[in-house]
Protein backbone atom coordinates (compact mmCIF):
# COMPACT_ATOMS: atom_id res chain seq x y z
CA UNK A 1 0.00 0.00 0.00
CA UNK A 2 2.87 2.74 1.21
CA UNK A 3 4.53 2.15 -2.54
CA UNK A 4 1.25 3.22 -4.52
CA UNK A 5 0.43 5.82 -2.08
CA UNK A 6 3.61 7.26 -2.01
CA UNK A 7 3.76 7.13 -5.81
CA UNK A 8 0.41 8.57 -5.83
CA UNK A 9 1.57 11.65 -3.62
CA UNK A 10 4.56 12.18 -5.99
CA UNK A 11 1.97 12.23 -9.01
CA UNK A 12 0.40 14.88 -7.41
CA UNK A 13 2.67 17.12 -6.06
CA UNK A 14 4.65 16.62 -9.79
CA UNK A 15 1.23 17.79 -10.99
CA UNK A 16 0.89 20.91 -9.07
CA UNK A 17 4.48 21.64 -9.45
CA UNK A 18 3.99 22.23 -12.91
CA UNK A 19 1.61 24.24 -12.69
CA UNK A 20 2.86 26.44 -9.37
CA UNK A 21 5.40 28.15 -8.38
CA UNK A 22 7.34 26.04 -5.47
CA UNK A 23 5.72 28.86 -2.81
CA UNK A 24 2.41 28.40 -4.30
CA UNK A 25 2.37 24.60 -3.52
CA UNK A 26 1.63 23.30 0.19
CA UNK A 27 1.95 19.93 2.15
CA UNK A 28 -1.93 20.47 2.25
CA UNK A 29 -2.26 21.08 -1.50
CA UNK A 30 -0.56 17.93 -2.26
CA UNK A 31 -2.22 15.73 0.48
CA UNK A 32 -5.78 17.16 -1.02
CA UNK A 33 -5.06 15.86 -4.69
CA UNK A 34 -3.43 12.80 -3.40
CA UNK A 35 -6.47 11.84 -1.34
CA UNK A 36 -4.48 11.53 1.90
CA UNK A 37 -3.28 13.43 5.05
CA UNK A 38 -0.49 15.79 5.45
CA UNK A 39 0.86 13.77 8.09
CA UNK A 40 1.07 10.83 5.76
CA UNK A 41 2.83 12.74 3.33
CA UNK A 42 5.50 14.06 5.75
CA UNK A 43 6.19 10.30 6.57
CA UNK A 44 6.10 8.81 3.50
CA UNK A 45 7.99 11.99 1.59
CA UNK A 46 9.44 13.86 4.16
CA UNK A 47 10.13 17.81 3.94
CA UNK A 48 8.50 19.89 0.98
CA UNK A 49 12.36 20.03 -0.45
CA UNK A 50 12.34 16.41 -0.61
CA UNK A 51 8.82 16.32 -2.29
CA UNK A 52 10.10 19.02 -4.94
CA UNK A 53 12.88 17.12 -5.74
CA UNK A 54 11.48 14.05 -6.00
CA UNK A 55 8.29 14.73 -7.80
CA UNK A 56 9.91 17.28 -10.33
CA UNK A 57 11.34 15.51 -13.75
CA UNK A 58 12.54 17.08 -17.00
CA UNK A 59 11.61 15.19 -19.89
CA UNK A 60 14.35 14.94 -22.76
CA UNK A 61 13.28 16.55 -25.99
CA UNK A 62 13.23 13.41 -28.72
CA UNK A 63 13.72 15.46 -31.28
CA UNK A 64 17.20 16.54 -30.58
CA UNK A 65 18.54 13.29 -31.59
CA UNK A 66 15.84 12.53 -34.74
CA UNK A 67 15.65 15.73 -36.48
CA UNK A 68 17.93 16.42 -39.36
CA UNK A 69 19.79 19.78 -39.06
CA UNK A 70 18.04 21.36 -41.45
CA UNK A 71 15.28 21.24 -39.49
CA UNK A 72 15.45 21.35 -36.20
CA UNK A 73 14.55 24.91 -35.51
CA UNK A 74 11.35 24.49 -36.78
CA UNK A 75 10.97 20.74 -35.32
CA UNK A 76 11.61 22.10 -31.66
CA UNK A 77 9.28 25.38 -32.05
CA UNK A 78 6.05 22.88 -33.49
CA UNK A 79 7.15 21.22 -30.25
CA UNK A 80 6.78 24.20 -28.11
CA UNK A 81 3.64 25.65 -29.61
CA UNK A 82 1.91 22.24 -30.22
CA UNK A 83 2.49 21.38 -26.66
CA UNK A 84 0.56 25.14 -25.77
CA UNK A 85 -2.17 23.91 -28.50
CA UNK A 86 -2.87 20.60 -26.69
CA UNK A 87 -2.46 22.30 -23.09
CA UNK A 88 0.38 19.85 -22.08
CA UNK A 89 2.81 21.08 -19.63
CA UNK A 90 5.50 22.34 -21.36
CA UNK A 91 9.47 21.42 -19.99
CA UNK A 92 10.63 24.57 -20.41
CA UNK A 93 8.01 26.50 -19.04
CA UNK A 94 8.15 24.51 -16.05
CA UNK A 95 12.10 25.41 -15.24
CA UNK A 96 11.35 28.97 -15.09
CA UNK A 97 8.15 28.73 -13.28
CA UNK A 98 10.40 26.55 -10.69
CA UNK A 99 14.03 28.56 -11.05
CA UNK A 100 13.58 31.21 -8.88
CA UNK A 101 11.56 29.73 -5.68
CA UNK A 102 12.62 26.73 -5.96
CA UNK A 103 14.51 25.22 -2.60
CA UNK A 104 18.16 24.97 -4.87
CA UNK A 105 17.89 27.20 -8.00
CA UNK A 106 21.49 25.33 -9.19
CA UNK A 107 19.77 22.25 -8.81
CA UNK A 108 16.79 23.66 -11.41
CA UNK A 109 20.14 25.25 -13.74
CA UNK A 110 21.91 21.18 -13.48
CA UNK A 111 18.90 19.45 -14.85
CA UNK A 112 17.77 21.69 -17.33
CA UNK A 113 21.34 22.01 -18.36
CA UNK A 114 21.92 17.81 -18.73
CA UNK A 115 18.29 17.41 -20.03
CA UNK A 116 18.38 20.14 -22.79
CA UNK A 117 21.41 21.99 -23.46
CA UNK A 118 23.72 18.97 -23.47
CA UNK A 119 21.59 16.75 -26.16
CA UNK A 120 22.07 19.85 -28.29
CA UNK A 121 25.13 20.73 -27.62
CA UNK A 122 26.73 17.32 -28.63
CA UNK A 123 24.91 18.36 -32.14
CA UNK A 124 25.57 22.13 -32.57
CA UNK A 125 28.21 23.22 -29.82
CA UNK A 126 27.90 24.92 -26.59
CA UNK A 127 27.30 28.46 -27.69
CA UNK A 128 24.62 27.44 -30.32
CA UNK A 129 22.60 25.05 -28.25
CA UNK A 130 22.96 27.50 -25.00
CA UNK A 131 21.50 30.32 -27.84
CA UNK A 132 18.38 27.51 -29.09
CA UNK A 133 17.63 27.20 -25.58
CA UNK A 134 17.58 30.70 -24.95
CA UNK A 135 15.52 31.14 -27.97
CA UNK A 136 12.78 28.44 -26.80
CA UNK A 137 12.81 29.50 -23.05
CA UNK A 138 11.85 33.02 -24.53
CA UNK A 139 8.97 31.51 -26.32
CA UNK A 140 7.68 29.29 -23.67
CA UNK A 141 7.28 32.32 -21.64
CA UNK A 142 5.15 34.10 -23.98
CA UNK A 143 3.49 31.55 -24.95
CA UNK A 144 2.66 30.07 -21.41
CA UNK A 145 2.88 32.84 -18.88
CA UNK A 146 2.38 36.09 -20.78
CA UNK A 147 -0.06 34.50 -23.41
CA UNK A 148 1.40 36.57 -25.80
CA UNK A 149 1.03 35.27 -29.38
CA UNK A 150 -2.23 33.06 -28.76
CA UNK A 151 -4.23 32.07 -32.50
CA UNK A 152 -5.93 35.71 -32.58
CA UNK A 153 -3.09 37.05 -33.01
CA UNK A 154 -1.22 34.45 -35.43
CA UNK A 155 -1.93 30.98 -36.44
CA UNK A 156 0.35 28.16 -34.57
CA UNK A 157 1.30 27.58 -38.28
CA UNK A 158 2.51 30.44 -39.21
CA UNK A 159 4.06 31.17 -35.47
CA UNK A 160 6.38 27.68 -36.13
CA UNK A 161 7.06 28.63 -39.71
CA UNK A 162 8.21 32.45 -38.61
CA UNK A 163 9.89 31.88 -34.84
CA UNK A 164 10.87 28.11 -36.60
CA UNK A 165 13.28 29.62 -39.17
CA UNK A 166 14.58 32.42 -36.26
CA UNK A 167 16.16 29.43 -34.36
CA UNK A 168 16.70 27.87 -37.53
CA UNK A 169 19.28 30.68 -38.36
CA UNK A 170 21.52 30.50 -35.26
CA UNK A 171 21.47 26.65 -35.80
CA UNK A 172 22.76 27.57 -39.59
CA UNK A 173 24.65 29.85 -38.55
CA UNK A 174 26.77 27.79 -36.44
CA UNK A 175 27.54 25.61 -39.40
CA UNK A 176 29.09 28.25 -41.47
CA UNK A 177 32.60 28.02 -41.40
CA UNK A 178 34.67 30.51 -38.77
CA UNK A 179 30.93 31.23 -37.04
CA UNK A 180 31.68 30.85 -33.05
CA UNK A 181 30.09 27.00 -31.86
Do not use: C, N, W
Not at 46 to 75: C, N, Q, W, Y
Not at 151 to 179: C, F, K, M, N
Amino acid sequence: MSESTRDRILAAAGGLFAVKTYSAVSIRDVAAKAGVSPALVMKLVGSKDDLFRESTRFEPLPHLIEAPPTELGRVLVADVVHRRDSVVPDPLARAVVLLMPAPDPEEVRRIVRETYVRPLAARLGEVTAELVIALLAGLTVSLRLYHHLDEATITSEDLIDRYGALVQGVIDEASVPGAGR
